[in-house]
C-alpha cells in the first residue's frame, strides 16, 4: 500500500524559497503506475493542484505558478521535492502531495487521487 509524508520548514519569510518533500512508501517513485502531484488548499479556500511528477521524471506544472514552481525527484530516497521560489502570505496553505494513477492536469477532484499525505502546513510571514 502507498503512502505519502510530506515534510517542510512551516514557517518561511516571504520572498524566499520553501522546498517541500513527499517521502514514499510501498512503491518506486520510478514506477509507471503512479504520478506524484502536489497540491495545496489556502485557509478558507479550495484545493489548488501545482503540479506533477511522473515515474519517468517529466513534470507538469499549473500555468499559474509555473514561473516560481520547480518538481524533482531523489530516487536513491524515493523523495519527490516541491521548490516554490519568491513566496508570499498568499502562498500560505496546506500542501499535500497525492498519488494518481492517471494523469488529469489541474484535478482538483479528491476521489482522482489514489493516495493522499496528511499535508504539511505552510505560514508565510515576516
Known amino acids: 500500500q502507498v503512502q505519502l509524508q510530506e515534510s517542510g520548514p512551516g514557517l518561511v519569510k516571504p520572498s524566499q524559497t520553501v522546498s517541500l518533500t513527499c517521502t514514499v512508501s510501498?512503491?518506486?517513485?520510478?514506477?509507471?503506475?503512479?504520478?506524484w502531484n502536489w497540491l495545496r488548499q489556502p485557509p478558507g479556500k479550495g484545493l489548488e493542484w501545482m503540479g506533477v511528477i511522473s515515474g519517468s521524471g517529466s513534470a507538469w506544472y499549473s500555468p499559474s505558478l509555473k514561473n516560481r514552481l520547480s518538481i524533482s525527484r531523489d530516487t536513491s530516497k524515493n523523495q519527490v521535492t516541491l521548490q516554490l521560489v519568491s513566496v508570499t502570505p498568499e502562498d500560505t496553505a496546506v500542501y499535500y502531495c497525492a498519488a494518481a494513477k492517471t494523469f488529469i492536469m489541474s484535478s482538483t477532484t479528491k476521489d482522482h487521487y489514489d493516495t493522499w499525505g496528511q499535508g504539511t502546513q505552510v505560514t508565510v510571514s515576516s
Open positions: 510501498g512503491a518506486s517513485i520510478r514506477t509507471e503506475t503512479y504520478f
